[in-house]
């Protein structure tokens, strides 16, 4: 058992989605995330064996060397391509309620802002790291944001800004949001984005990558 | 020198007298002149006035045609969201639409907002001929992007075949967005290419290297300048963006000025950047800018830097902030200011003040940045070196000249924030504006008339007759009073006929008259040790 959660562990940081992935060249022809996953839970492996002892860690080693630069987006999306794949065979057991998530996570591209790759690595980090995420898309603005609160007490948001220019929505985003619920959590990050302008607009937390935000909610 | 001329011999790493500087204006030429972006990226005339306006308003050397990297994406097909205060952004990307691309052909100098550009071109080079004229392309891994959508990160890895068909292509159209420029007047050709950002080396060399040095060995076939913008976190990639052979590397505030300066230098390139856009420019304060664009101005150094923000300006970015950065790259003086003032930010370790200038002599400080080389702080000095002589023995001067580390914290503990600053005992009087002669007179002489005021009032004093008996001092007491009285003092008069008193004071035969002054020093707080030592002078 504990072989089949390393080899799924590996797949999903080396991005192996399938057999018939080139992608590593040095695993061309190998099982990947997609089949390895099946074949532990046709061995009756739980399914939160498979994401805590498996996913979880594929994608913590993915996030370290992402934050580290040693691989960049193109290598993430890979690796967030083979979770997904073995995720599909565990959904399943998210909606019976056998695998209970660590908590929910809500992320935006704020308004006017139509970028979304930053976001979804976010999101697919914060995926792999056990939590269950509301994406609610890009260019959103802060009433949709605070609506999705209302339906998810307690979720923690992120946002997402890659414009100079959309950062001034971010700021008002974050006002609109405070001024509702002041309790809530709100994370920023987006390449422009920085802890002084955190700070400035009253953000709890910047998160320069998405290893930063796991970290964040780990915390928490 | 200025314009064309400077900013090509940074370009060629010769050293310059001073920082060439290029806003990057984009939408935000829309913002000073009362447009929205989208009417003005859609209009040769009004980016002609964007551009006018910002060529008067901020003196720049060079200044980009327009910051818009969606134009080829348009012009190949792709839908575009637009906005009123921003760049619109490219929202269908046709490759992963159905659309091939052998459907796609490279866009003429006709097609989409490519006639509008070309002609806003035209306008600027024949207005100023001698600014260095920036024409931007997408570089071509953006452009890629622009027309696959993100699935080129997959296809990178899963078909890199297909991927660099593509990169082929778009090296293709930014080849003839070059000559487009190149003929319409454009003296610099910048590869704005800041999706690479996103990537590692080992792809970058993979998919984007040749395709940039074609590019870039076609500019410099034109006799053209060249550079190469990227924003975002893109350390990784700087090598490999000298490796493809551009004249100038340019990075934002993500990327440590000195650590392209080290590498861009290394391969014999110029570089610019990296004014912080945001948290500076467009939130900061004039102070933050100058600040900001002093410690770019020293790191970057005058051989092969031009001082530029890190990208596209955002529309709403105060005029003051950006003309403060301007006023600073024109002016050495005010350059050697800025750096006086970061060290003053340093020295926490300030003098306490508060009675400085209670001696009897007025004290007048003149701060400056050193009157030998500096014209202003020499003509106040010499201001004061004028009128010294009418205040002989009553006035004293110094020059603080804050090249020294005392002179700093001298400085700083008066608050004195501008250069050069006269200080009457102690208080700014006159800062940056040279007095005339009678206004500086009127101004000590004022100072005098308070401090014999002040002294005057501020001596009480008390008088104490001691006796063996009442009567023999009431005696005396009656003819003090009456001396009071003629004098119009307010002095009071106390009478003792202890021992213990007569005593304390030495005294051997009575009738004794005993005169006690007290002159405040000092209120609510204590002094320093040099400033009570200059009070015991006087005894």
Redesign the interface.
Known sequence: MEELLSKIAHCVEF?KVDKT????PDMKGQEGADELTKQAIEQGIPAETILKEALVIGMDKVGVKFSE?K?????M??SA?AMNAAIEHLKPFFQSGEVKRKGKFIIATVQ???H??GK?LVKMSIEGAGWEVIDLGVDVKAEKVIASIEQNPGAIVGLSAL?????ANMKNSVADIKAKYPESIVMVGG??V?Q??CN?IGADFYAPDPQAAVAFLKAK | MKGLEIIKKAFSLEEVDRVPWVPFVGCHGANITGVTAAEYLKSADLIFNGVSKSIEIYNPDGIPVVFDLQIEAEALGCQLAWSDDNPPAVISHMLSEGKSLSDLRIPTVHDGRIPVVIEATRKIRKAYPDIALYGLITGPYTLALHLLGTDIFLKMMEAPVEVHELLEFTKKVGLAMTKYYIDAGCDVIAVVDPMTSQIDPGSFEMFVHSPAKEIFDFIRSEEKLSSFFVCGHAQQNIEAMCATGPDNVSIDENIPLDFVRDIALKNKISFGGNLKLTVVLLMGTPDDARRDAMECIDLGGKKGFVLAPGCDLPGDTPIENIQAVSELVHDEYLQNVERAKEKSDIQLDLLNMKDYGRVNKVIVDIITLDSESCAPCQYMVEAVKRIAPYFEGIVEWHEHAIKKMEAVTFMSSLLVKNIPTICIDGKIAFVSKIPPQNELIAAIQKRINEKLKLIISSQKAEILILGISEQECQLAKDKVELAIKETGKEILVKTSTLQTDREKFGVLNTPSIVLTEHKIKAQGDVPSVDVIKEWLKEI
Not at chain 1, 71 to 75: A, D, E, G, K
């Open positions: 991005g992935a080139p992608y590593p630069k691989i960049f987006i193109p290598q999306l890979m391509k006017g802002d139509l979304d790759i979804n414009l100079t220019t959309t950062m390449a422009p920085s002084g302008f400035e």
